[in-house]
């Protein structure tokens, strides 16, 4: 019995140390394709290579459900982009405001940036900008851009604010986007 159990534990050590060998030739010729994919999902190195390391160990794990004869690269990426979309980087990191972030967004001369200088005058150039576009605008469509864009309120709610009907609103945010449009083309 106990050579028959001996037996059992060689051939599975074997088929493992089959199964581990063909894994690597799937997927070691796809290393770089992963890693370029994992860039510009994660647009940076250490991210990066986080993510490949951790579509190898989950593809590793999962190799034995993995079917013969389908496509393995396929399979791979696929798990590449799960990786990532359940990621600190990826759709959880998307979904968080940062309190830098919002304070950047706020304030943008006060947040520390690692951005150029001639970037920081562009930004600024660019924000002067759309501040004299909106004063152009009239009173009407100014307040409703100003609702719906900047304190980000629904058609109902500025509505109800404005007591006008909810076409109106849906006009006028229209004719105001247009309006600043043609302003910032002008302008450039």
Same mark, same amino acid.
């Given at each position: 019995m106990a050579l028959l159990a001996w037996e059992f534990g060689k051939?599975?050590?074997?088929? %493992?140390?089959?199964?581990? %060998?063909? $894994?690597? +030739?799937?997927?070691?010729?796809?290393?770089? +394709?992963?890693?370029?994919?994992?860039?510009?999902?994660?647009?940076?190195?250490?991210?990066?290579?986080? #993510?490949?390391?951790?579509?190898? #160990?989950?593809?590793?794990?999962?190799?034995?459900?993995?079917?013969?004869?389908?496509?393995?690269?396929?399979? !791979? $990426?696929? !798990?590449?982009?799960?990786t990532h979309l359940t990621s600190r980087t990826g759709l959880a990191a998307?979904?968080?405001?940062?309190?830098?972030?919002? #304070?950047?967004? +706020?304030?943008?001369?006060?947040? !520390?940036?690692? %951005?150029?200088?001639?970037?920081?005058?562009?930004?600024? +150039?660019?924000?002067?900008a759309i501040h004299s576009a909106l004063e152009q605008l009239p009173p009407p469509l100014l307040e409703v851009v100003l609702l719906c864009d900047v304190e980000e309120m629904k058609y109902r709610e500025i509505a109800t604010v404005l007591d006008i009907p909810i076409g109106t609103v849906m006009s006028r945010i229209a004719r105001a986007r247009a309006a600043l449009r043609q302003l910032l083309e002008v302008s450039r």
């Open positions: 051939k599975a050590a074997q088929t %493992q140390a089959f199964e581990t %060998q063909t $894994f690597e +030739s799937f997927a070691m010729p796809l290393l770089p +394709s992963l890693y370029n994919l994992a860039m510009w999902l994660c647009r940076n190195p250490p991210d990066a290579e986080d #993510l490949v390391q951790e579509t190898f #160990l989950k593809a590793l794990r999962g190799y034995p459900s993995f079917k013969p004869g389908s496509n393995f690269k396929a399979w !791979i $990426f696929r !798990i590449l982009r799960n998307r979904r968080t405001v940062w309190l830098d972030d919002e #304070l950047e967004a +706020s304030h943008p001369e006060t947040a !520390i940036d690692n %951005q150029t200088p001639e970037l920081n005058l562009l930004a600024l +150039s660019d924000r002067a």
